[in-house]
């Protein structure tokens, strides 16, 4: 079976510091990844989505990139975090034909003080 | 382009009574249609889908969903609410070729009491 993992679980960090926040699928290949934000009281917003290696699309001009340096890693990141990139970020991955059911991360709650 | 609606951020139900949750969506296609239902602190588990064919769809612990294309609705529902179903419930409506871009509803939060 499938099995996604995605840490840290809870992350603090100052204004300014770098962010890498990882996800990795396994028991499946070549799936399509996503990464997703949760801010308080709103629903889900899609930032970043990837069909392949290497391949990243970007939902929403931000402070914040992805990689995937491997066909089950998705990585998101920041070079200097800001306030308002406090959240709830979730990973979630979905197979190549049955691309819109999605199966989520237990996600990280990010605080940027 | 898509959008849900979840018009109750917030619902309180007894412990046995029945429970239905609102969603109404925007798309000028026949939608795919998804309910997701998160946890404290937790990610998403998919409870129930519609693609196509039989417009009630049941789901996973005992939840179920119609789809209504005159009201543009897809409410769920569960005829008797246990302790556990406390949870948030979110509502997401995707296209064909929209990949994983599900757009989702802002949630409705369940408390369930005794």
């Known amino acids: 079976s499938q099995t996604i993992h995605q840490w840290p679980a809870t992350l603090v960090q100052p204004v300014g510091s770098p962010l890498s926040l990882e996800c990795t699928v396994e028991?499946?290949?070549?799936?399509?990844l996503y990464w997703y934000r949760q801010a308080a009281g709103r629903g889900l917003q899609l930032l970043f989505y990837?069909?392949?290696?290497?391949?990243i699309s970007s939902e929403v001009p931000q402070n914040l990139s992805a990689s995937r340096p491997q066909d089950r890693q998705f990585i998101l990141s920041s070079k200097k975090l800001l306030l308002s990139d406090s959240g709830f970020y979730l990973c979630?991955?979905?197979?190549?034909?049955?691309?819109?059911?999605?199966?989520f991360g237990s996600g990280t709650q990010l605080s940027v003080l | 382009a898509q959008s849900v609606t979840q018009p109750d951020i917030h619902i309180t139900v007894s412990e046995g009574a029945s429970l239905e949750l609102r969603c109404n969506y925007s798309?000028?296609?026949?939608?795919?249609l998804f309910w997701y239902v998160q946890s404290p602190g937790q990610g998403l588990q998919l409870l129930l889908k519609?693609?196509?064919?039989?417009?009630l769809v049941q789901g996973i612990k005992g939840f179920e969903a119609e789809f209504k294309r005159s009201q543009s609705s897809f409410n769920l529902r569960k005829p008797s609410v246990h302790w556990s179903d406390a949870a948030e419930y979110f509502c997401?409506?995707?296209?064909?070729?929209?990949?994983?871009?599900?757009?989702f509803g802002a949630g409705t939060q369940v408390v369930v009491t005794p």
């Open positions: 519609y693609f196509s064919g039989d417009t």
């Open positions: 028991g499946t290949s070549n799936p399509n």
């Open positions: 798309y000028g296609a026949t939608p795919y």
């Open positions: 997401a409506v995707g296209a064909g070729d929209s990949w994983g871009k599900l757009q």
């Open positions: 990837s069909v392949g290696i290497g391949q």
């Open positions: 979630a991955w979905s197979h190549t034909r049955d691309r819109l059911e999605l199966f």
